[in-house]
């Protein structure tokens, strides 16, 4: 009989399927995001990470969002798909990119650099973005990454792996202090304010609810950024996006609860 997870390596597992749920949130909707808004086990475990979660101080919020976001109304992929056009366009939105250097690079000469820390990041997971799919600054990328690296580190707890565990978990306090936690706040922000209405404004709360408790929890304090994005002051040329996705080089595929 194999014995049940210790509540370290739930907690991690409970994390990586609140970030698994938000990728699916906020990229490009494709029949894999589709399922996860929309099984009947999708949102169950969902439930289950939220109330875990939710009995620690940092997570208290996230029994809010037990239910996952609602989608009255979205009644397929299709509705889903114009939902999202209709928020983030078919190119870069000016008011509420999902790109983290259109708030944190007013410059494009320092894009690449900024990139080029990200690929390392990925690189070291032993992941890496396919080609023609998504910029690495996307926000969805930036979650399945943290999704991978909190799944990683309760494989490495349920093992007894502890230096393994705190490799992953100190590579999630330096991502999410260095990155997505730096700009999350203030793209959820604007985000709410384009769709009032809609699921994207749901998934926008619950977003910045996590996040802010990912950074009470790893004890980060990013640097800030100005409410403001890259697009407001300067021309932007078209930038068509598809799903993310990755190629994988590890042994643990990231996996829901």
């Not at 099984?39 to 969002?65: D, V």
């Not at 809609?198 to 790893?218: I, R």
């Amino acid at each position: 009989m194999t014995a049940p997870p210790e509540p370290l390596s739930l907690t991690a597992y409970a994390r990586a399927r609140l970030y698994a749920y938000l990728a699916a949130c906020f990229r490009y909707p494709d029949e894999a995001a589709w399922r996860e808004l929309t099984c009947q086990e999708a949102r169950s475990t969902l439930a289950f990470a939220c109330a875990l979660l939710g009995e620690e101080a940092p997570y208290q919020a996230l029994r809010l969002h037990c239910g996952g976001i609602p989608l009255r109304g979205i009644e397929s992929l299709d509705a889903l798909r114009e939902g999202y056009e209709a928020v983030f366009g078919h190119t870069i939105s000016k008011q509420c990119p999902p790109y983290e250097t259109e708030y944190t690079n007013m410059h494009l000469f320092q894009q690449s650099d900024f990139l080029a820390d990200l690929a390392g990041f990925y690189r070291a997971f032993g992941v890496e973005v396919k080609e023609g799919t998504e910029r690495l600054d996307h926000l969805a990328i930036q979650l399945e990454f943290l999704h991978l690296a909190s799944f990683k580190e309760a494989r490495a707890l349920e093992r007894g792996e502890a230096e393994a565990a705190a490799v992953c978990r100190e590579a999630q306090a330096a991502f999410i202090e260095d990155h997505l936690g730096r700009w999350a706040g203030v793209f959820a922000k604007r985000l709410g304010r384009k769709d009032p209405q809609g699921p994207y404004a749901a998934a926008a709360q619950m977003l910045s609810g996590f996040v802010a408790a990912e950074l009470k929890a790893h004890a980060a304090a990013p640097a800030p950024v100005t409410d403001v994005t890259r697009g407001e002051f300067l021309p932007m040329a078209a930038d068509e996006w598809d799903a993310s996705d990755w190629q994988t080089a590890g042994e643990n595929a990231p996996a829901s609860l």
